[in-house]
């Protein structure tokens, strides 16, 4: 019916898996929206930037592939690299916080729960943190805080924007009160930015819940959501639990936060390197990297002052 | 947990050992109106007994039975510190947006001959005076209105001083609609730079972004029995342990005792609160905590402002800080 792209991609899927038996799907090569469910080719998703070409759902992605979609491609280096979390306060609930560390390194890839490098946006020289989800849920602990605190620190030393991508479920739990004071770290090193007129560029990303929206989420000097992504504090079953009533239509959505206030704009995965880097250049126009002159070491583009 | 239908509402279920032997003591201060023989004697021999007891029980208290401490109903509540500590107190209502928000209240006093500006949560005795005060539960106005009062006291170089006592921010759907968690945000970057001492005391329960959105801070003062936590036991039960009725376990594991978390850096005071809990004196608390405050403002106040304020942010910044091994 309407797979028209299916029929065309289904050629060269034949080329790919020749001798696909019966109907085994061949791992990698399909992907489920899960949105609308449609059965998309994942080299089509990836084409896409991860939006389903079908219903246009922002699919979750991971930091690196955040942070590849955003970046121009030279130029990159990454920040806090080595930066290991350590289990502090010996937490245990059902699992040892220690091998539920294990576990997401092993899951993601990542020692923690934040990745940031310094780069290029469409020439605009920039540091970019993005949260992975994927660990703990995304969750902040004193790595993440300490790596927010260093992007930060870059920025000052170089005089570059930030911008952060935050998806999280909050504040990690296993780190207990130390969690709880990143929110306080990074939005201390966020107020230096802006004493500094460095913009701060929030993007929230499908979720952001917790300790990391009432903290460095929602102080971006322009805060930026993608469609539909859910924004709160408290989480859905909480509220409702309190309040025993239904909640309204697209509570919480990011079209919601948009209508009560809370945010900027929203902006769409395929124009957010556009729309960004052109409020750089705006907020920033000394900045702007002309042609042919490069980022030196000591940051001689920042604006004079 | 056995909660008897004869257990005494103002003693934990821990403490009713305590409670048998206070009711004994009233019985026989009732008998001793008529009758006078050997019953003082006896009285005198049975608080001794209570006094042991309570000294006994208070001496190996678990995070959990502090939890249960640090919302004890009879527990005192930032408005009783203010009346016994304080003199001349002017509240000051409204974040001038939307609403006056009861939960968290503000205004200024004297602490002896010094004008200093107050904020703390606020809890309610009684089921009407409860919600009214919203359980202590804070909406955005109330952290805007705390955020003004900062301002305020800031450009007339008041010192604040913060009452901690918080289940956690309000959950509901207007609280999300109004923007919690930016005014939540919006305080702990305005506290990092707020250019007058802060000293932020948690009293009760200090749950969550809710407690920490008044708790930046040059100097954190926690009551003996208090508790500071990243969620509360019960929430982090409902999420690791998949359910609340290991809120103890969850308390035990979050559980860093003052003294812990005094080597983590994070809180610089425990003060010690009267035997059986700041509620069985609540005017020795007070005074207590007044001695520590007047300390504390004195030796902030005389600190040139940069340096204060340097040491406040580097103070942030060393929390979770990643040490070489």
Redesign the interface.
Known sequence: MSNKWIDKILPKIMKVAPSAKSRSVPEGIWSKCPKCEAVLYAENLRDNLDVCPKCDHHLRISARRRLELFLDADGQSEIGAD?EP?D??K????KKYKDRLTAAAKSTGEKDALVVKEGRVNGHGVVVAAFEFGFIGGSM???V??KF?MAVNRCLEKRLPLVCFATSGG???Q???????????T??????L??ERLPYFSVLVDPVY??V???????GDINIAEPRAY?????QD??RQ??REK??EG??RAE?LLD???IDMIVHRHQMKTRISALIGKLLPDARVREGQLLTRNGSIGRSR | MAVSEFMNPDYLDFEQPIAELESKINELRLVGSDNKLNINDEISKLQDKSHRLTEKIFSSLTPWQISQLARHPLRPYTEDYIRLIFNDFDELHGDRYFADDTALIGGIAYLEQIPVMLIGHQKGRGTTEKVKRNFGMPKPEGYRKARRLMLLAERYRMPVLTFIDTPGAYPGVDSEARGINESIAENLAVMSRLRTPIIATVTGEGNSGGAIAIGVCDHLNMLQYSTYFVISPEGCATILWKSSDHKAAAAEAMGVTSTRLEELGIVDQTIAEPLGGAHRDMKGMAERLKVQLLEQIDRFSKMNMEELLERRYRRLMSHGAQRPR
Do not use: C, N, W, Y
């Open positions: 930066i350590t502090i306060l937490f245990k609930d059902l602990g004193s790595v805080g300490e605190m504040a990690r739990m780190e207990a009160l130390i969690s709880l004071m990143q929110m306080a770290k939005s201390a090193a966020l107020e230096r802006k004493q917790g300790g929206s009432a903290s460095l989420a929602m102080l924004i709160g504090f408290a989480g909480v509220i309190t309040v909640l309204p509570f919480q919601f009560h206030g809370a």
